[in-house]
């Protein structure tokens, strides 16, 4: 049986950030060794504004506390299919909060949006998508699931997370490495989204989630019988040790489940 996932609480969103530096620049620091390289995905919603607090505070000095740009590969662990300028693109969000911020001394990312020129045909939206993936982590060789060196993902108010929603077909998926969905029950309804195996199989897998609006549902991920078909709770699952969730201590008031209050 898989290890339980590391459920970090902190008192606020400020010194949560802290932590989440410290967790990401080892990810990055890991990467570089594995491969001269930084393959990470990022989701939506509050992460990308936590994300910009972590990594654009002042660090110590030192080159293991270095968010070496030059060498980051970012994905989109899932998109709105919406032009790339629209207020629901996760492209735009990340580009608002963080990237546009990064001073361009410090180098800049690669960063893999949407093709808009498939947003009217999502099955084509998602199979290019997943071959920017297939270029990417397997030019030289032929594998049968990408492994990000990072995932970092928000869970809703639901359990979702990407955009794998409770119940939906797509929790089955077991063969595409990207997927469309059309009749996304949050709205915009049409979306792409990795699939749950390329999810679990990354190296470090974190979820970053805050504010009592998510009480309820972290209870039911961590401490009930009932929540674990949620989405989140499947990722618990598949991805066991290698998830870790960061969580303020309003998110969690409700959980009894171990709580770690330090990496």
């Known amino acids: 049986m898989a290890k339980n996932p590391q459920l970090y609480t902190f008192p606020d969103v400020q010194t949560l950030a802290v932590s989440l530096r410290r967790y990401v620049l080892t990810a990055q620091n890991d990467g570089l060794r594995r491969h001269d390289a930084f393959k990470i995905a ?15 505070a002042p660090g110590n000095g030192t080159d293991d506390d270095r968010a070496r740009w030059d060498k980051w590969e970012i994905f989109f662990a899932d998109e709105r299919a919406v032009p790339l300028d629209h207020g629901d693109s996760n492209y735009k969000l990340l580009k608002d909060d963080l990237l546009d911020k990064i001073p361009a001394e410090l180098g800049e990312p690669l960063v893999h949006p949407i093709d808009v020129q498939y947003l009217d045909d999502m099955q084509e939206l998602a199979d290019q998508y997943e071959q920017a993936l297939v270029r990417s982590f397997a030019a030289k060789d032929s594998v049968k699931t990408p492994v990000f060196d990072l995932i970092l993902l928000g869970c809703g ?21 990207v997927a ?7 709205p915009p ?28 549902i972290l209870r039911q991920i961590f401490d009930t019988e009932d929540g674990q078909s949620l989405p989140s709770s499947l990722v618990n699952q598949g991805g066991g040790e290698k998830v870790s969730w960061f969580t303020d201590e309003s998110a969690v008031k409700l959980v009894n489940f171990p709580k770690k209050s330090s990496l």
């Open 180 to 186: 469309p969905i059309s009749d996304s029950p949050k």
């Open 157 to 177: 108010p639901d359990g979702h997370t990407c955009s794998l929603f409770p119940q939906h077909e797509l929790l089955r998926e077991s063969d595409a490495w």
């Open 189 to 216: 309804p049409k979306r792409i989204t990795l699939t749950l195996p390329v999810v679990t199989h990354g190296i470090k897998i974190a979820f970053v989630t805050s504010g009592e609006g998510k009480q309820e």
């Open 42 to 56: 990022v989701s939506g919603g509050s992460l990308p504004d936590t994300l910009a607090k972590a990594l654009l």
